[in-house]
């Protein structure tokens, strides 16, 4: 009587335990299904349209694991990564100490210097890693990419993997980053952005603390923005992650550029669809 008590008790006990493992999975895969249904219905196009431009926004949840995006075609596309290369440019020019820290001074070579066509005054002085980041000037990190040198940074491209991990030959390096060798999609530029986040990468911590303190370009009491812009002549970027509730988004924008206007739609679009989702 009693070995035929426990084994009813067994048989219950393990029909309890398969019919709540089944429980869990069927409210995990509902759950995934509401993160799904959420990003189907953000509708992101509306900014495109009302600012007269074609590209695209892809924006990452870290707490919810949810995407979200416009057109996920060009979010799988890889472009010229442009002065978004600066925050991996730091990086491995703090690792290999070729400059100190973020006041560290590069000298000025006299050289006037500006951007279809226009001179970018701020470019053409003496400048710091932070200056030179704020201000996006392209002769202080060719300057580094230099002194870095084609072994080290095709290595440490390829320990990152980031983007098609194509620097071109010894002769570009100070330009390989601007004449589309290397190309990243936005999706990477989420995954290299997320790894930079949880210090996944293969730099010193105290080097990746610099260089997500110079990305800051907006801070306020309920959140901070860190972000790069990038450009060239037909595309625009902007990358980055935004800081609030507890939580962390990471996003990538990435716009044809036929007219100056686009330029600075780069950043509207991201805060609109940031907004989209109750943010800032």
């Known amino acids: 009587m009693k070995k035929t008590i426990k084994k009813r008790l067994g048989l219950l006990l393990i029909f309890l335990t398969t019919f709540s493992s089944s429980w869990q999975i069927q409210t995990v895969q509902a759950n995934s299904t509401t993160n799904s249904e959420i990003a189907q219905t953000t509708n992101f196009q509306q900014h495109f349209d009302s600012l007269g431009v074609n590209g695209s926004v892809l924006i990452y949840d870290l707490n919810r694991d949810t995407f979200y995006q416009h057109n996920p075609n060009r979010n799988s596309t890889a472009f010229s990564p442009a002065s978004t290369f600066k925050i991996f440019n730091?990086?491995?020019?703090?690792?290999?100490?070729?400059?100190?820290?973020?006041v560290d001074v590069l000298t000025w070579d006299g050289i006037e210097r500006g951007f279809n066509p226009s001179l970018m005054k701020v470019w053409n002085q003496d400048l710091n890693l932070r200056l030179a980041f704020n201000y996006s000037a392209v002769w202080f990190?060719?300057?580094l990419a230099r002194r870095i040198g084609y072994e080290r940074m095709q290595n440490f491209i390829n320990q990152v993997q980031y983007g098609n991990?194509?620097?071109?030959?010894?002769?570009s390096i100070d330009r390989f980053w601007l004449d589309a060798e290397l190309q990243i999609t936005p999706q990477e530029q989420i995954n290299f952005l997320r790894r930079l986040y949880e210090n996944n990468l293969p730099f010193q911590q105290r080097n990746i603390e610099i260089v997500k303190d110079i990305m800051i370009m907006e801070q306020t009491p309920n959140y901070t923005l860190r972000a790069k812009t990038g450009l060239t002549p037909k595309i625009g970027w902007y990358?980055?992650?935004?800081?609030?509730n507890d939580n962390v988004y990471f996003f990538a924008t990435n716009l044809n550029v036929i007219a100056e206007k686009d330029i600075a739609a780069r950043i509207e679009i991201t805060r609109l669809s940031l907004q989209e989702l109750g943010l800032l």
């Open 90 to 102: 730091s990086l491995v020019a703090l690792e290999t100490d070729v400059i100190k820290d973020d």
């Open 141 to 143: 990190y060719q300057v």
């Open 165 to 171: 991990q194509n620097i071109g030959t010894a002769e």
């Open 239 to 244: 990358v980055g992650y935004l800081e609030q």
